[in-house]
């Protein structure tokens, strides 16, 4: 049996991280001891370590939550898993997308900067002002 504190620093995840999955009912709720501590077991270890990893790599909940009820059936195919990884793979790349637009501008708008100007003259300030504006405001 491990404490709360066991698990958290096992798998890296705080204690009130810990409290909130049974909350969600990610984790089963602890049993608890005479002393009334959380007490948890081997398999409350691996679930915590597999949510630990899938909150790495950017799943939320509810996507978590679909992966832990099919982990429950083994003999089940393994489509709807992959469903669920290909839709967060996508959404990955298009984060990746606007990421790299944004490394775009902001290099576009310091090589316009050599930082010797005044605020008042400065590219930067003048760029982040007249972006997004209508060209009837203008």
Same mark, same amino acid.
């Given at each position: ?44 270890? @691996?679930? =915590? %370590?597999?949510? !630990?990893?899938?909150? *790495?790599?950017?799943?939320? #909940? ?5 992966? $832990? ?17 290909? @839709?967060? =793979? %996508?959404?990955? !790349?298009?984060?990746? *997308?606007?990421?790299?637009? #944004? ?5 576009? $708008? ?29």
């Amino acid at each position: 049996m491990l404490s709360i504190g066991d698990l958290s620093r096992r798998t890296g995840v705080k204690v009130p991280t810990i409290r909130y999955y049974e909350q969600m009912g990610l984790i089963d709720a602890a049993e608890r001891s005479q002393g009334n501590q959380r007490r948890y077991e081997k398999q409350d270890l @691996e679930r =915590l %370590a597999f949510i !630990r990893h899938a909150r *790495d790599l950017g799943l939320d #909940l509810p996507a978590i939550r679909e992966l $832990i009820a099919l982990s429950q059936h083994p003999t089940e195919p393994c489509a709807h898993a992959d469903r669920i990884a290909a @839709e967060h =793979l %996508a959404a990955v !790349r298009i984060k990746i *997308d606007k990421l790299k637009k #944004l490394e775009q501008e902001l290099a576009r $708008i310091l090589s316009h900067c050599d930082g010797g100007h005044s605020v008042e003259e400065c590219y930067v300030i003048r760029a982040l002002s007249d972006h997004g504006l209508c060209e009837s405001e203008h």
